[in-house]
C-alpha cells in the first residue's frame, strides 16, 4: 500500500536531548512538509522540501533540523534549543505530477518531553 | 491578521441533519486553493476536499460540498447526512499562489463537529 509512516507513534523526550522523528513515503512525491500541531490549534509549518538536497523554513524553524538526502525520506530532528517541543508532529507529502497540490498526511507523532 | 479565520469552536449536529462548517480566508494573491482536513480523534489528516481560486463551479465531493463565495472569501464546508462517523476536527487551510506542488498550507484553529443519534 502506498502511504506515508511516521515513527514512533509516541516518543518521550528528557529536556536537554535531541530526538529524530522519521517521516517516509512510497508515494514518490517530490514535496515533503512537517508541521506541528498544540493543542486545540492549527497546524504550523516547520520546515517543507520541494526536492531531494533542499529544503526551506517555514514559520517556526527555530530548534528544528531536516535533512532530504532520498525523495522518499524527510526526517525532522527536534534539538535541545527547541524551547517547548512538546507537541503532536504531522509530516505530508504532495506531487508535481497531481494536480492540485493536496498535501497527503502521515498519522503523526506525539512529542512528549518529561 | 489571521489568514484563515474558522469562528465556530464547536460545532452540533443529529445524524442525517446537514451542517455548515465557516472559513473566510485573507490574501491578496489572486491565484490560490483553499483545502478542507479532517482530524478524526486518531490524529491523521484526511483530506476532504479543494477549491481552486479560479473554479467557475462549487467543488464536491460525496456528501461533502464547499460553498465558495469569492467576493466575501469566504469558502465554507457543507456536509450533508451527517453520520456518527463525521464527528472529528476539521480545518480550512490555504495554500497562497498559483497551484504547484511545495507550496505550504495555512491552516485555522478548526472547528470540532460532534454528531449525536
Known amino acids: 500500500d502506498g502511504g506515508i509512516t511516521q515513527s514512533p507513534k509516541y516518543l518521550f523526550r528528557k529536556e536537554g536531548q535531541n530526538v529524530t522523528l522519521s517521516c517516509e513515503q512510497n508515494l514518490n512525491h517530490d514535496a515533503m512538509y512537517w508541521y506541528r500541531q498544540d493543542p486545540g490549534q492549527g497546524l504550523r509549518l516547520i520546515y517543507y522540501?520541494?526536492?531531494?538536497?533542499?529544503?526551506q523554513k517555514g514559520d517556526i524553524a527555530e530548534g528544528y533540523s531536516v535533512s532530504r538526502e532520498k525523495k522518499e525520506s524527510f526526517p525532522l530532528t527536534v534539538t535541545s534549543a527547541q524551547k517547548n517541543p512538546t507537541a503532536f508532529y504531522l509530516c505530508?507529502?504532495?506531487?508535481?505530477?497531481?494536480?492540485?497540490?493536496?498535501?497527503?498526511f502521515g498519522p503523526g507523532t506525539r512529542l512528549t518531553v518529561l | 491578521a489571521q489568514k484563515i479565520t474558522q469562528t465556530q469552536p464547536g460545532m452540533f449536529v443529529q445524524e442525517k441533519e446537514a451542517v455548515t462548517l465557516d472559513c473566510t480566508y485573507d490574501t491578496s494573491d489572486p491565484s490560490y486553493g483553499l483545502f478542507w482536513y479532517k482530524q478524526p480523534s486518531s490524529g491523521e489528516m484526511i483530506f476532504l476536499i479543494y477549491?481552486?481560486?479560479?473554479?467557475?463551479q462549487n467543488a464536491t465531493e460525496g456528501r461533502y460540498s464547499l460553498n465558495f463565495q469569492k467576493a466575501r472569501k469566504s469558502a465554507n464546508l457543507v456536509i450533508s447526512a451527517s453520520q456518527l462517523g463525521d464527528s472529528a476536527m476539521y480545518f480550512c487551510a490555504m495554500r497562497e499562489g498559483p497551484d504547484q506542488a511545495g507550496t505550504a498550507l495555512i491552516f485555522g484553529k478548526g472547528t470540532t463537529l460532534s454528531v449525536s443519534s
Open positions: 505530508a507529502s504532495s506531487s508535481w505530477d497531481n494536480l492540485p497540490d493536496t498535501q497527503y
Open positions: 522540501s520541494q526536492i531531494v538536497n533542499d529544503f
Open positions: 477549491q481552486g481560486s479560479y473554479d467557475q
